[in-house]
């Protein structure tokens, strides 16, 4: 999809530009920890807004047959850049993708999932759900609700609903960000056993947990 928020902010980034965001960031590092202690009886998993490609290249040299998408035609080309031919890139927006039941041994996605109005991510998190085998972990991160003060993006912001908000400045102006308070991150997941959620340096919700 050329011509979106992201896909602009890669576009200028390749022409040399400033990185946004995660771009230059390293792994989270609760997610190396994440995967160095669970447990992965079978290896599929799939990265939901892969950015990059930079996920996938780790859980591929950890022995995981991997899928990444994406709505960014740049992303999809930066981590086939990557990846090479290893893996499955989707170019789609990931409310509307139609995900496959009951596939997938592990489903992540960082910085990503609060990119549209609540009902949507209410909707992608079911997918999940179903998308993920039984047993099948999550790794996901989501913006608290503290992060709407706290973040230098959201200065200047327009608020859509409760929770959700538009910056009105910067790289991401335009695009509905949703943020989350612990109540909502409780019953959102609570489905999921061996649930661990954390708020990390950035003000973001960490939420691990297996199906
Ligand atoms: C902050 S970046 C995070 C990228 C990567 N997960 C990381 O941590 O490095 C957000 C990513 O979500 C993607 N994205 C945003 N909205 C999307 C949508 N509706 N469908 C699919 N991908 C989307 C963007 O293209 C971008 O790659």
């Keep these: 999809m050329p011509g979106t928020v992201w896909d602009n902010i890669y576009k200028t980034y390749l022409a040399g530009g400033p990185a946004w965001a995660t771009l230059q960031d390293d792994l989270h590092p609760c997610f190396v920890s994440f995967i160095e202690k669970s447990a992965f009886p079978h290896k599929h998993a799939l990265d939901i807004g892969c950015g990059a490609g930079k996920y996938l290249k780790y859980l591929q040299l950890k022995g995981f047959r991997t899928s990444g998408l994406d709505s960014s035609e740049s992303a999809v080309e930066m981590t086939k850049d990557l990846l090479g031919d290893q893996g499955k890139i989707i170019l789609a ?4 993708y139609q995900y496959p039941s009951n596939t ?15 009902k949507d991510v209410v909707t992608l998190l079911d997918k999940i ?5 039984k047993d099948g972990k999550i790794f996901l991160s989501l913006p608290s609700d503290d992060c709407i003060k706290n973040w230098a993006m959201m200065a200047k912001h327009e ?3 409760d929770g959700t908000c538009i910056p009105l400045c910067g790289p991401e102006k335009g695009l509905p960000h949703s943020f989350y308070a612990k109540e909502e991150v409780d019953r959102l997941f609570s489905r999921y056993v061996n ?17």
Excluded at 107 to 114: K, P
Excluded at 129 to 133: N, R, S, T
């Design 93 to 96: 927006d990931m409310y509307e």
């Design 104 to 118: 997938y041994d592990l489903i992540i996605s960082h910085a990503t999932l609060h990119h549209g109005m609540k």
């Design 129 to 133: 759900f179903e998308a993920l085998v």
């Design 159 to 161: 608020t859509l609903e």
């Design 195 to 211: 649930l661990e959620t954390e708020i990390d340096e950035c003000g973001r919700w960490v939420i691990q947990g297996e199906k």
